[in-house]
C-alpha cells in the first residue's frame, strides 16, 4: 500500500512539474522597425509576424514601429527598444538596420529587405556572416538576371538611366553592379541621382530626355513615390524597368522580382532559432531569397505598346 501511495504522489509530483513547466514557458517580445510604409516592406513585416505566431502562438508579441522614411526616427525607434530591453529586433530596410547596429550591440538582430549587409555595415572580405549580433535576409535579385531582362525587352536601346535615391546606400550599391553587367551588353549607363522626394520628378524627367528606358533598383524612397515617376514617364513615352513588384506595379513595364513576404517569413523563421534554440546570430548565415519571377506589368506594357515574352507573369 505505501508503495502504491509513494507512486501516485511522485506521479502528482511529475504532473504538477510538467504543469508549472508548460504554465512558465518563455513569451517573447519583439520590436519591429521598419522604413518607411510601401508594399515591399508592408509583406517583408507581414511575412515576419506570420512565421513566428505560427511557431509560438500567443507567447509572442510584436512592437511595430514605422519611421516614415526618416533616419531620424530610425535613431529613436532604435534607442526605444533598446531601452525596453527587446528580446529581438527585426528590421525591415537598410537605413533600419544601421541604426539598429548603432543602438545595440547586445540584443539579437535581424535584417530583411536589405540588399547588401556587407555595404550596410561596413564589412570587409564579406563571407555570408557578420560576426556581429546580426543576420537576416537579402532581397537583392539575381542582378544578371535583372541585365537579361532588361536587354530581353529592349535589345535595340542605346542608352539607360539609373534612377535612385542618393540617401540609400543598397540603391548605389545595386546601380553599381547593374550599370557594369549592363555595359557588357553594350548599353551606355548614367546614373541619375535623386535626394528625395521633392526633386524625384526633376530627375526623372532629365533622365527621360537623356534616356531610352529607365532602371529603377529596390530603392525604398522609389516605391513610395512610384506615381510620382510614372507622372514623368508615362507622357514621355519611356519604359521602366525596376528591381521589385511594387515598384513595377507603380510605374515599371517589367521587374525579375522575389516575394517579400517570404522574405519576412524565413527572416521570421531564423528569429524562432534564435528565440528558442539559441541559435548564434553572429553566425547565422544571411540568407537570400529562393526564387526570382519574371513580372510585367499589363496596364503600363499595353500603354506603351510594349510585348512581353510567354515566360512573363501578369502582376496582380
Given at each position: 500500500?505505501k508503495?502504491?501511495?509513494?507512486?501516485?504522489?511522485?506521479?502528482?509530483?511529475?504532473?504538477?512539474?510538467?504543469?508549472?513547466?508548460?504554465?512558465?514557458?518563455?513569451?517573447?517580445?519583439?520590436?519591429?522597425?521598419q522604413?518607411?510604409?510601401?508594399?515591399?516592406?508592408?509583406?517583408?513585416?507581414?511575412?515576419?509576424?506570420?512565421?513566428?505566431v505560427?511557431?509560438?502562438?500567443?507567447?509572442v508579441?510584436?512592437?511595430?514601429?514605422?519611421?516614415?522614411?526618416?533616419?531620424?526616427?530610425?535613431?529613436?525607434?532604435?534607442?526605444?527598444?533598446?531601452?525596453?530591453?527587446?528580446?529581438?529586433i527585426?528590421?525591415?530596410?537598410?537605413?533600419?538596420?544601421?541604426?539598429?547596429?548603432?543602438?545595440?550591440?547586445?540584443?539579437?538582430?535581424?535584417?530583411?529587405s536589405?540588399?547588401?549587409?556587407?555595404?550596410?555595415?561596413?564589412?570587409?572580405?564579406?563571407?555570408?556572416?557578420?560576426?556581429?549580433?546580426?543576420?537576416?535576409?537579402?532581397?537583392?535579385?539575381?542582378?544578371?538576371?535583372?541585365?537579361?531582362?532588361?536587354?530581353?525587352?529592349?535589345?535595340?536601346a542605346?542608352?539607360?538611366?539609373?534612377?535612385?535615391?542618393?540617401?540609400?546606400?543598397?540603391?548605389?550599391y545595386?546601380?553599381?553592379?547593374?550599370?557594369?553587367?549592363?555595359?557588357?551588353?553594350?548599353?551606355?549607363?548614367t546614373?541619375?541621382?535623386?535626394a528625395?522626394?521633392?526633386?524625384?520628378?526633376?530627375?526623372?524627367?532629365?533622365?527621360?530626355?537623356?534616356?531610352?528606358?529607365?532602371?529603377?533598383?529596390?530603392?525604398?524612397?522609389?516605391?513610395?513615390?512610384?506615381?510620382?515617376?510614372?507622372?514623368?514617364?508615362?507622357?514621355?513615352?519611356?519604359?521602366?524597368?525596376?528591381?521589385?513588384?511594387?515598384?513595377?506595379?507603380?510605374?515599371?513595364?517589367?521587374?525579375?522580382?522575389?516575394?517579400?513576404?517570404?522574405?519576412?517569413?524565413?527572416?521570421?523563421?531564423?528569429?524562432?532559432?534564435?528565440?528558442?534554440?539559441?541559435?548564434?546570430?553572429?553566425?547565422?548565415?544571411?540568407?537570400?531569397?529562393?526564387?526570382?519571377?519574371?513580372?510585367?506589368?499589363?496596364?503600363?506594357?499595353?500603354?506603351?505598346?510594349?510585348?512581353?515574352?510567354?515566360?512573363?507573369v501578369?502582376?496582380?
Amino acid at each position: 500500500m505505501k508503495k502504491v501511495l509513494s507512486l501516485v504522489i511522485a506521479l502528482c509530483l511529475c504532473l504538477g512539474c510538467l504543469s508549472f513547466a508548460a504554465s512558465e514557458e518563455k513569451t517573447y517580445t519583439i520590436g519591429v522597425l521598419q522604413l518607411i510604409q510601401h508594399v515591399a516592406l508592408d509583406a517583408a513585416t507581414q511575412g515576419f509576424q506570420d512565421a513566428l505566431v505560427e511557431k509560438l502562438g500567443d507567447r509572442v508579441t510584436f512592437d511595430v514601429q514605422n519611421a516614415s522614411g526618416e533616419a531620424v526616427n530610425c535613431a529613436t525607434i532604435a534607442n526605444d527598444f533598446v531601452s525596453a530591453n527587446v528580446d529581438l529586433i527585426m528590421a525591415n530596410a537598410t537605413p533600419a538596420l544601421q541604426a539598429v547596429a548603432a543602438a545595440t550591440a547586445d540584443i539579437p538582430i535581424l535584417g530583411t529587405s536589405v540588399t547588401d549587409y556587407a555595404t550596410a555595415l561596413d564589412i570587409d572580405n564579406w563571407e555570408g556572416t557578420t560576426g556581429l549580433n546580426i543576420s537576416g535576409t537579402c532581397d537583392l535579385a539575381p542582378m544578371q538576371g535583372q541585365a537579361d531582362l532588361l536587354h530581353e525587352l529592349f535589345p535595340d536601346a542605346k542608352k539607360v538611366a539609373l534612377l535612385y535615391c542618393s540617401a540609400e546606400p543598397n540603391s548605389l550599391y545595386q546601380i553599381n553592379v547593374i550599370g557594369e553587367l549592363l555595359a557588357a551588353y553594350d548599353y551606355e549607363c548614367t546614373p541619375y541621382a535623386f535626394a528625395d522626394s521633392n526633386d524625384l520628378a526633376s530627375v526623372v524627367q532629365l533622365a527621360c530626355d537623356n534616356a531610352d528606358v529607365l532602371y529603377v533598383p529596390t530603392d525604398n524612397t522609389a516605391a513610395s513615390y512610384t506615381e510620382t515617376i510614372a507622372n514623368v514617364t508615362v507622357p514621355a513615352g519611356k519604359p521602366v524597368v525596376a528591381g521589385e513588384e511594387g515598384i513595377c506595379k507603380g510605374c515599371g513595364v517589367a521587374t525579375l522580382s522575389i516575394s517579400y513576404y517570404d522574405l519576412g517569413y524565413a527572416t521570421g523563421l531564423m528569429a524562432y532559432e534564435v528565440l528558442e534554440n539559441g541559435a548564434d546570430v553572429s553566425t547565422m548565415p544571411v540568407q537570400t531569397a529562393p526564387q526570382a519571377v519574371k513580372e510585367y506589368n499589363a496596364e503600363m506594357v499595353e500603354i506603351l505598346g510594349i510585348t512581353v515574352p510567354e515566360d512573363y507573369v501578369a502582376i496582380q
